[in-house]
């Protein structure tokens, strides 16, 4: 049978610990401006309109100035690196001026074949039905972890 030090030692800490805890997300779920903060990403290489900056090795291709609300965003990402074999690519388009996420796209175990050209055997393609501004954000992850970033904006009216 359980002894009284027992219970105090070991099930009164989880017992409190789980009141606590869903005192602490109740109170949180209830405030409606909360905000999930990740950790801040920094890239490399920002460029406008998907030119690569000096130090950039990769840049954005078919990205144009202005779209229309029911033409799709398209582009490929071209590698400038021959030193980059394979890694993962995440394309994200952003609100200009906003961290929110409009959408994106991932491609995973994408390995440089001629040309140089991300994706392989697909494509970046998404309609913003939404006029305005936005930033578009290629970044490769390499199998090293090593990540290469160029940027772009557009406007769609």
């Known amino acids: 049978m359980v002894s009284s030090k027992q219970m105090i030692v070991f099930v009164l800490p989880v017992i409190f ?3 606590f805890g869903s005192a602490v997300m109740a109170d949180t779920l209830q405030k409606p401006d909360r905000e999930l903060n990740m950790w801040p990403m920094t ?5 406008s309109h998907g030119k690569p ?3 950039s090795d990769i840049e954005i291709i078919g990205l144009s100035n202005h779209y229309t609300v029911l033409e799709p965003v398209q ?4 590698i400038n690196d021959s030193s980059i074999s394979c890694g993962d690519l995440y ?4 609100t200009s001026g906003s961290a929110d996420v409009v959408t994106q796209g991932g491609y995973f175990n994408q390995c440089v074949k001629d040309g140089k050209m991300f994706p392989n055997n697909d494509a970046f393609s998404k309609v913003i039905d939404s006029p305005g501004s936005y ?3 290629a970044d490769i992850v390499t199998t090293d972890l090593t990540n290469l970033s160029t940027t772009g904006t ?3 009216k």
Do not use: L, M
């Open 43 to 47: 890239f490399s290489g920002e460029s």
């Open 135 to 137: 930033k578009i954000v």
């Open 75 to 78: 582009i490929q990402v071209k």
């Open 53 to 55: 900056s000096h130090d």
């Open 91 to 94: 394309i994200t388009i952003y």
């Open 154 to 156: 557009f406007t769609v």
């Open 17 to 19: 610990s789980i009141v």
